[in-house]
């Protein structure tokens, strides 16, 4: 099973976000056997707390439910269960740096680097701003996760041929 963390600042407007995006994108493909998503933050201030309310009312509003999710802060073991630890933003990059073991660098990604060239540099945080924000990072989730399922999907038939 290929894993998938997404990992923002305090786990309440991006990463859940993606978390649920992607999880809609696996199910809609069959591919809930084959890969699992989840998310964290860099930052342990909203720990057990659900999604900021704009966020669930805009994947609510797109047909995702992200209500059962809990904020929680990554952990040094992450590295190890997860394939691909993805972050929001270059900041994001730099903590989980800071914390992750060597031999698992080359697991951590920039979310937007699966985008469609030109998109975005980073996945904006929208907590400070209004409900546009959060549709403007749902859009731009929406396009990063394609471009991730896509990747992963690749990659998997790649080491199938092997």
């Known amino acids: 099973m290929t894993k998938v963390l997404f990992v923002c600042l305090g786990n309440i407007c991006r990463s859940p976000t993606a978390e649920g995006v992607f999880r809609e994108l696996v199910r809609r493909r069959g591919l809930q056997k084959a890969i699992a998503a989840d998310s964290a933050g860099t930052s342990g201030w909203h720990i057990d707390a659900p999604p900021d309310t704009r966020a669930r009312a805009e994947a609510k509003r ?43 660098r080359n697991r951590i990604h920039l979310f937007t680097d699966f985008a469609p060239e030109g998109t975005a540099a980073f996945v904006p945080d929208p907590y400070y701003g209004g409900p546009d924000g959060f549709a403007q990072v749902f859009d731009l989730v929406t396009q990063c996760a394609e471009g991730l399922l896509a990747h992963i999907t690749k990659e998997r038939q790649r080491e199938d041929v092997r």
Request: aromatic letters at 10%.
């Open 62 to 104: 797109r047909g995702i439910s992200i209500d059962d999710l809990r904020s929680r802060q990554v952990s040094v073991g992450d590295f190890e269960r997860f394939d691909y630890v993805i972050a929001m933003d270059d900041a994001n990059v730099v903590d989980l740096e800071a914390v992750c073991p060597g031999p698992f």
